[in-house]
Nanobody, 122 residues
Framework: QVQLVESGGGLVQAGGSLRLSCAAS????????MAWFRQAPGKEREFVAA????????YYASSVKGRFTISRDNRKNTVYLQMNSLKPEDTAVYYC???????????????WGQGTQVTVSS
């Protein structure tokens, strides 16, 4: 069982930066691949970024590649999403997720956080 708690969301102007954090409970955190998804109002939840349990493999959605960076610190049971050059279309609730298998699909992930709101103003 893994419990996930996101933090770091907020309101930022276009072009600005935010860093999201996801703190995980459980002794087996380092065995889980981790990912970030987001959901904008009226839209389906979509993949943003994922990282393998050891941190040597990462995947990004094309819409964020080059602007966002996913990383993890297994000593702190935490995964991060550094978001730079933010755009109004990045506005969404961002969710952290965990899975035994690294992937980019929603159905791959078994554990989810409650989400943190990111709002980018133009």
């Amino acid at each position: 069982q893994v419990q996930l708690v996101e933090s770091g969301g907020g309101l930022v102007q276009a072009g600005g930066s935010l860093r999201l954090s996801c703190a995980a409970s459980g002794r087996t955190f380092m065995r889980y691949a981790m990912a970030w998804f987001r959901q904008a109002p009226g839209k389906e939840r979509e993949f943003v970024a994922a990282i393998s349990w050891i941190g040597d493999s990462t995947y990004y959605a094309s819409s964020v590649k080059g602007r966002f960076t996913i990383s993890r610190d297994n000593r702190k049971n935490t995964v991060y999403l550094q978001m730079n050059s933010l755009k109004p279309e990045d506005t969404a609730v961002y969710y952290c997720a965990a899975s035994r298998v690294l992937g980019v699909e929603l159905k791959t992930y078994d554990y989810w956080g409650q989400g943190t709101q990111v709002t980018v103003s133009s």
